[in-house]
């Protein structure tokens, strides 16, 4: 019987032992997409105890918790950080088989060298030995990103943020790029006027100009986009439940932001109409910029209306969404490509349903300027998990070219995730080991491993130009 989280933890075969141990296990990570608070990282942020780095803003335990019938009061409420702890530590045996079970054990582990299974019985002495760890200077926030050898990390950041934060940690000379992404999704929420024309106040003030028609609305935009540009930024992302690939007009989208701007609704041809329009426009600035477009697809966010107006967003009350995805992508990407102005672009989507249309999608804008210049991306979100990686990686390997793939991302706010480059690493080390041992792949361990470094690493180095070059050319 094997030992639980054993050095050979997911990996069943020699092949897939010796793939990730001699080639996967002490790749650097490149995280081009997480949502990591650039403010604690230039403050080199020292926390309190564990719970204040490991359970707040964490809606994934949170949801756990909430189905294991705690009360609100020790998840996001008033108890002490101690009594939250407890309760979190209460629900993890009952979390077997989610992968948080694997996810909790993981960090635990690698960080602080604890490697007794948590529960109720153990929360305070786990509790003491980790918020003891962290008084150390090598588990601040920078020193956390250290001990998971990260280079590159990708923060998630909107048009009106000042980047402040991202100056302070280029200016201090410290060795891990850490780089803004461009979000617009609020500069294209019309759909509720009232938040939209507070954005707008945002927007006037971070640009520095008025905003009185569109125009205009464009320009401060366009202002924004430039700026993160010199502030290093290579990346843009949208978070949407489809893409918007509408018939539109300048006119039209003219005059639906007028209409919003004096706080008026719109319908909901008007409203698809300008985010058609906007998406078009934010596409084209990245394209000449050379900069990667990125889209999670799919989520059906704030479902619990009575959560959403005592919590706010993010807080535990999303869920897959059923939305049809493939005719509007494939107008979208089809316009874009049809003017040659389709930058390199990632699509992520959240329905597993929606894997094969995904997979074959890219393939119909890879035009040989890149590898892999449309990419599929890693299972995110729910399907961040053993199953839905392995079927991610299944329908790509069928219809598209794995080896191009380029790999993990964490898209977490917290700083102990990263070992969930750990966990993919040894899953995709374990789905090719299989195969080699089945015969269905040949025992070719040099030009497999250098296959896995490159997803693992330098596919994503040589996709957004950062870092090393090596790997399969």
Known sequence: MRHFLDENFLLTHASSQQLYHEYAKDMPIIDYHNHLPPDEIAADKRYDNITRLWLNGDHYKWRAMRTNGISEEYITGTASDREKFRKWAETVPFTMRNPLYHWTHLELQRYFGICETLDGRNADAVYDRATAMLQDDGFTARGLLERAQVKVVCTTDDPVDTLEHHQAIRASGWGIRVLPAFRPDKAMAIENPIPFQAYLGRLEAAADTSIGDFDQYLDALRKRHDYFYEQGCRVSDHGLEHIYAEDYTWKEAALAFARAREGQLLDSSEIRKFKSAMLVIFAEWDWEKGMVQQFHLGALRNNNSRMLGRLGPDTGWDSIGDYPQAAALSRFL????????????????????????????????????????????????????KDGMIRQMNALSNMGLLSRFIGMLTDSRSFLSFPRHEYFRRILCNLLGEEIENGELPNDIPWIGQMVQDICYYNASRYFQWEDKAGHS
């Open 334 to 385: 089809d316009h874009l490509d049809r003017d040659d102005k389709l930058a390199k672009t990632i699509l992520y989507n959240l329905n597993p349903a929606d894997n094969e249309v995904m997979a074959t999608m890219v393939g119909n804008f890879n035009d040989g300027s890149s590898p892999g210049k449309v990419q599929w991306g890693s299972g995110w979100w729910f399907l961040d998990q």
